[in-house]
């Protein structure tokens, strides 16, 4: 009777210590199949992607995501173009022949959806992004869907609370039968007066109300002031919602990434023309630094971590911006995080090149491992 009374209890133990893991006891949930429906190119992404729901482990999906790319400079522009960048069907597949395993897929909502209540978003917008985001399924690339370029929402995050909020209920019920490939990440890099502080409140309640439509679907949530590392340890997550990954985005050193760069206006950044990067072990370290800093910050939470952005300009010479492209991509698969390019086809940033069809090598050879 007592052998009998120790098996089981040890049975509880292992049982409590699996949990404990976090993502081993949802281990058969992770290593069920997603839906793999396709829909073929030639119909141009628009056919629905199958609608079987299974729910699924943050740590697998973070896998999942693994090394990809912003399909950026085009959805998030003011208007789709103005950046240089429309989206062609075949850029998912130039990006799934590469290598890459999933894409991000920036939007600026706010652009295209009234200012006033219901705050409807324009149904023509609506339908580009469902196509794109169809034609990468239909690639098998995993998508994170977000908002990007609120800059309102940053300014004043009371007025807009309203108009965020009704955003995220239209983009959640109207992708809510989509397969667990496609992630929504809440806002990207909240800033200014959506201080951490602010952020957190409004995360929790855009949270809860994307919950009602996606119970099941992998939310990604970025830290505050530009989802910097720095921030991380003033995110604080709900502790039950285990299906969520965590996002930050690192540029550093802006010197190097943002030498040139207009749009930076906290500082001159015509100052910093000419920094390179020539990866010595200080350069190394105040890199690895914040890595590690926010590997800790996952490992004591349970949350698995994204990069959702690293890039350095155009205006950086190109050996410096491999170099370090490379270092920062390796820093952080070798910390089990997933990452995101920023970007993919745009001058500035871009891995491939629209005019001669064909990709940076360098920079390409930098964030995927050779063929
Ligand atoms: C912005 C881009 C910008 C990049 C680098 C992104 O978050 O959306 O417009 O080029 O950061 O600064």
């Known amino acids: 009777m007592l052998k009998v009374k120790n098996v089981l209890l040890l049975v509880i133990a292992g049982l409590f210590l699996l949990n404990a893991a976090g993502c081993d006891v949802t281990e058969k949930a992770c290593t069920k199949k997603p839906c793999e429906k396709k829909a073929s190119l030639k119909e141009g992404c628009m056919k629905k992607p199958c609608e079987k729901k299974v729910s699924i482990c943050a740590f697998e999906q973070n896998k999942r ?94 007025g807009q609370k309203a108009k965020y909020l009704a955003l995220w209920s239209q983009i959640a019920e109207h992708f809510k039968d989509y397969p667990d490939t496609l992630m929504f990440e809440l806002l990207n890099e909240p800033r200014t007066k959506l201080t951490p502080k602010v952020w957190n409140k409004m995360m929790l309640e855009s949270l809860a109300l994307v919950r009602k439509s996606n119970p099941n679907r992998t939310i990604v949530i970025g830290s505050g002031d530009n989802n910097i590392i720095e921030h991380l340890k003033d995110l604080h997550i709900p502790e039950d919602d285990r299906n969520i990954i965590v996002t930050i985005h690192s540029y550093d050193p802006l010197e190097l990434t943002h030498q040139g760069a207009d749009w930076i206006t906290r500082y001159d950044s015509s100052k910093w023309m000419g920094t390179k990067w020539t990866g010595t072990a200080a350069e190394k370290k105040a890199i690895t630094d914040k890595f590690d800093t926010a590997a800790a910050w996952g490992k004591k939470h349970n949350r698995p971590i994204n990069l959702g952005e690293f890039g350095a300009y155009e205006k950086a010479d190109m050996e410096s911006r491999a170099r370090w ?8 698969v070798e910390r089990g995080m997933s990452f995101h390019y920023w970007e993919f086809c745009a001058r500035e940033f871009g891995l491939y090149d629209q005019q001669t069809k064909s990709f940076r090598k360098p920079l390409l050879d930098a964030v995927l491992p050779k063929k």
């Open 325 to 332: 492209t490379k270092f920062v991509a390796d820093t952080a």
């Open 65 to 158: 995501l693994g090394r990809g790319i912003n399909m950026g400079n085009a959805l998030d522009a003011p208007r789709e173009g103005e950046w240089g960048v429309t989206i062609k069907e075949e850029y998912f597949k130039i990006m799934k022949d590469a290598g890459f395993d999933s894409v991000r897929i920036p939007c600026r909502w706010s652009a295209h959806s009234l200012n006033e209540p219901p705050y409807t978003i324009d149904p023509v917008f609506m339908k580009r992004v469902d196509w794109a985001v169809n034609c990468a399924l239909a690639q098998k690339l995993p998508v994170m869907l977000n908002i990007h370029h609120y800059n309102e929402f940053n300014l004043d995050p009371k």
